[in-house]
């Protein structure tokens, strides 16, 4: 978040090249901030697996998508919940991550918006098409107000990746949070 494309300011390269040596977990770093052509390389020698970015905020989205896989990383698209599906079109080839806000970003702690299950199965249902011609996967995540009591339903929509905050940093047990969410995820068996 950079206090330009969204009104907040947080994690920048300094602080992934940071965390890097604390974990072989892959990092999932989520551009919100306009522009991101400068910040891709510096992300991905800080330690990024996966980068992602908003296409509003890219003048040139093949080009960014481009070069995140240039610099050895993951590339996604991130969409707004106002922002339609028909940017995803020309593409797919580039993407290895869709990441669906299901909040408008810029702050945690806010309430899913309930027509994000609606643009998971539309979403899903592209994904597996893309995957039925070409043989490639692209990962589903969704981001913002997810909790332990609506991951299930998420997850039956599409999602295969969580964003979960508040539901997760509120409690004082992350562990036991964590283990919910999976037990939740796990009941669910999509056809
Ligand atoms: O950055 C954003 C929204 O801008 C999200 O990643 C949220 O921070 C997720 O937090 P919760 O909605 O889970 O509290």
């Known amino acids: 978040m950079d206090n330009h494309y969204v009104p907040n300011l947080t994690i920048g390269p300094m602080v992934c090249k940071a965390i890097r040596p604390c974990t072989d977990a892959p990092i999932d770093v989520h551009l919100m901030c306009e ?18 970015f ?6 040139h989205v ?4 481009s070069l995140i896989r240039d610099n050895g990383c993951k590339a996604g698209l991130v969409l707004n919940p106002a ?16 990441l669906l806000m299901s909040v408008n970003p810029g702050f945690g702690g806010q309430s899913f918006i309930p027509s994000t299950l609606d643009k998971l199965r539309a979403t899903r249902q592209r994904i597996d098409a893309w995957q039925e011609k070409t043989g490639n996967t692209i990962l589903l ?3 913002g107000g997810v909790k332990t009591d609506n991951i299930a339903q998420i997850h039956e929509a599409g999602a295969d990746t969580f964003v979960a905050g508040s539901a997760i940093f509120g ?14 995820i796990a009941g669910v068996h999509r056809s």
């Not at 891709?40 to 330690?47: D, E, K, L, M, V």
């Not at 908003?54 to 003048?59: G, I, K, L, T």
């Not at 093949?62 to 998508?65: K, Y």
């Open 35 to 52: 522009p991101v052509d400068d910040l891709i390389p510096q992300f991905a020698q800080a330690g990024a697996n996966i980068i992602s």
């Open 54 to 59: 908003h296409p509003e905020a890219s003048r």
């Open 62 to 65: 093949d080009r960014s998508l």
């Open 83 to 98: 922002t339609p599906l028909s940017v995803l079109d020309h593409v797919m080839d580039r993407l290895d991550l869709i």
């Open 141 to 143: 995540e969704v981001d």
């Open 171 to 184: 409690q004082q047990d992350y562990a036991a949070v964590i283990a919910g969410m999976r037990e939740q």
